[in-house]
T-cell receptor
């Protein structure tokens, strides 16, 4: 059974550009969450999608957005990139948006903003 | 709001020694608690989780954790550490509201170094 797949693994972008990251959940998983990991702030929740609807959102500016498709794959977009957006972005999938179902994380996309 | 504290930023142990990583949480109701491990450049792997019932939970790779409500703690233990256990360990709490919880709050992590 394939795990959570995130693409690309590494990305370098310039300040002011925008970027789109992709996450394919485990087959059968319909809930996808996104987390940002930085040395300074640690792991922070970005948002969660279930059935193509955003169900929960963390404390991030509107430059961070996402969506989920009918096949449960999800994308997150960051517009007008800032140096501080450099981070490891982790996607996690779950059967449903309930904590007791557990989350499986992907290996992440390492974004570097220069 | 919930929070998680991992008091030890870095721990060094010798291979074969026992290990205990500390985790304290703050949450008003019964928490859902997790321990994850992250190797360099990798995502998070779930070691174990506590939802209810027996307060001593067993996980993968020989890890266990004990939930102590009176101390608001969920410490991770392993009787004998292997060199491959060197990694960063994260404790997390998931809050439940209105029947479902939709995010994890993580501690800042504990970096484990294993000496040969």
């Amino acid at each position: 059974k394939a795990g959570v797949t995130q693409t690309p693994r590494y990305l370098i972008k310039t300040r002011g550009q925008q970027v789109t990251l992709s996450c394919s959940p485990i087959s059968g998983h319909r809930s996808v969450s996104w987390y940002q990991q930085t040395p300074g702030q640690g792991l922070q929740f970005l948002f969660e999608y279930f059935s193509e609807t955003q169900r929960n959102k963390g404390n991030f500016p509107g430059r961070f957005s996402g969506r989920q498709f009918s096949n449960s794959r999800s994308e997150m977009n960051v517009s007008t990139l800032e140096l501080g957006d450099s981070a490891l972005y982790l996607c996690a999938s779950s059967t449903a948006p309930q904590i007791n179902y557990g989350y499986t994380f992907g290996s992440g996309t390492r974004l570097t903003v220069v | 709001a919930q929070s998680v504290t991992q008091p030890d930023i870095h721990i060094t142990v010798s291979e074969g020694a026992s290990l205990e990583l500390r985790c304290n949480y703050s949450y008003g109701a019964t928490p859902y608690l997790f321990w994850y491990v992250q190797s360099p450049g990798q995502g998070l792997q779930l070691l174990l989780k506590y939802f209810s019932g027996d307060t001593l939970v067993q996980g993968i790779k020989g890890f266990e954790a004990e939930f102590k409500r009176s101390q608001s703690s969920f410490n991770l233990r392993k009787p004998s550490v292997h060199w491959s256990d060197a990694a960063e360990y994260f404790c997390a709490v998931g809050a439940v509201s209105s029947g479902s919880a939709r995010q994890l709050t993580f501690g800042s992590g504990t970096q484990l170094t294993v000496l040969p």
